[in-house]
């Protein structure tokens, strides 16, 4: 077996002793279980060790691997500068990850190094590790932008190229919990925080990895978690194994959660396949809303679709409803995949003769065009849940007291710029928030001057 067990553990720079002068002492309970993980990882007498950490080099739609033949890094940025590490990097495992993912034409390689220098997320873990355990080298890996589904497939490349390398691996997926557990914490409270921690350590605890996918993108982004990624991106190197769980140690007390959980894996399992099952479960909801659709989300599915795969623009088909071909609307498409926003764009104000046009335009738009996402590919189409948004004429309003942000959506303006956010998004709770993001799309800045308007939306789902 190549992958000898998996360790689920935080990054607190405190936690080293020259960092924290006397205050790691809060978080003894994880000084000890970061201790055993060492043990273990020590008796385990790994070739390489790969770990997985926020702070790596991050991409939205690409997973950096770091180069090269090796890599120094010091605790300077936390005034610990004389604490340093010069680790070796397996090449030949890296080559055979880049090499997996160029077959599958999966989105993760060495391109693109911002900076060779190691980081904390990788350090501290390697802090420990090196107290017990000298003889091995290390892959560095970050996260991504990408859904949950792409982290774990990483995983299962990583497992898979450790076995075609005959490789003995230890995987260290390296990340906080929630950053908001405690009003006098550095990013204070928020109610998802404790939420988050109940719930990962739970799911991990019981190594039911299945179940992280079932973490809403929303919770986690008000939770403030750290690791989520990068625990997903261990359970793919997990995949198919059977694993004995065990969680070490579980710490809230600086406002940031520390958990620590140890795999190890106990022969195969061919029932541990989390990802096929997940994608089971995601291709039936497509389908069962594809069913559902209602006109004039079929239209868009049926515009994005053909431009996709052929280039072509279709023509208005005939026999939709008169409201669609006879009236004039803004409208906006939005397109989600494995929930996840996959693209959006649309219309403030009518520009084409009629609904059904502006549906066929946008979708293509939306799917093609959105700046901060790459073109959907054919592979993708069905895997995608639209929804369309036809927008009523904006009006004039004078204060944040006429919004609201389940029923308006607002629009925001201010010499020439002007930004629009769109009701009822998930995790926009205030009308202070709905402006905000709406001024930051707009390229607004915080103390300029700007005018409000809303509007309300028919959605189609």
């Known amino acids: ?119 904390h997320g990788t350090m501290v873990p390697l802090w ?122 579980h710490q809230d007390v600086t406002g940031v959660g520390y958990g620590i959980v140890t795999f190890l894996p106990e022969g195969r399992d061919e029932e541990r396949h989390f990802l096929d099952r997940y994608l089971s479960e995601q291709q039936k909801k497509v389908i069962e809303a594809a069913a559902q659709a209602d006109p004039y989300v079929r239209l868009a599915a049926s515009s994005l679709g053909t431009y996709i795969r052929t280039g072509k623009t279709i023509r208005v088909p005939e026999g939709l409803p008169e409201k669609m071909t006879d009236t004039q609307a803004g409208v906006f498409v939005s397109i989600h995949e494995h929930g996840r926003l996959r693209g959006c764009i649309g219309t403030i104000a009518p520009t084409t003769g009629s609904i059904a046009e502006e549906i066929i335009q946008n979708a293509i738009s939306a799917s093609t065009r959105d700046p901060r996402f790459s073109p959907i590919t054919a592979d993708e189409l069905g895997w995608l849940t639209i929804n369309v948004d036809v927008l009523s004429k904006a009006e004039k309003i004078s204060s944040l007291s006429e919004l609201d942000v389940k029923r308006y959506g607002v629009i925001v303006s201010a010499k020439g710029k002007r930004g629009l956010l769109l009701p009822d998004l998930e995790g926009v709770d205030t009308p202070e928030q709905q402006v905000a993001i709406a001024r930051q799309k707009g390229g607004i800045r915080e103390n300029e001057p700007y005018t409000l308007e809303r509007f309300e939306v028919i959605r189609h789902t």
């Open 128 to 249: 420990f590790i090196r107290q017990k355990y000298q003889d091995f080298k290390l892959v560095r890996i970050g996260l991504s932008g990408l859904p949950l589904a792409d982290h774990y497939r990483l995983g299962m490349m990583i497992q898979k190229a450790a076995e075609e390398t005959n490789r003995r691996i230890v995987f260290v997926g390296s990340g906080d919990l929630s950053h908001k557990l405690q009003p006098y914490g550095p990013y204070g409270f928020a109610p998802e925080g404790p939420v988050y921690d109940e719930r990962i350590m739970d799911v991990c605890g019981r190594g039911a990895f299945g179940e992280l996918f079932a973490f809403d993108e929303a919770f986690c982004d008000k939770a403030a978690e750290c690791g989520h990624r990068s625990f997903v991106i261990m359970a793919g190197a997990l995949d198919a194994l059977a694993v004995r769980a065990e969680k070490l140690s």
């Open 1 to 119: 077996m190549s992958v000898l067990g998996a360790f689920m553990v935080p990054h607190p720079p405190m936690i080293i002793p020259d960092i924290g002068k006397g205050s790691e002492g809060q978080i003894e309970e994880t000084t000890r279980a970061y201790e055993r993980v060492a043990d273990e990882i020590a008796a385990l007498v790994p070739e390489t060790i790969v770990i997985t950490s926020p702070h790596a080099t991050m991409y939205a739609d690409y997973f950096h691997i770091s180069p090269g033949k090796r890599a120094k890094g010091s605790f300077a940025d936390f005034r610990a500068a004389h604490v340093r590490f010069e680790e070796a990097y397996d090449e030949e495992l890296v080559n055979r990850i880049c090499l997996l993912a160029a077959e599958a034409h999966f989105p993760a390689g060495t391109l693109g190094e911002r900076n060779a220098r190691l980081d």
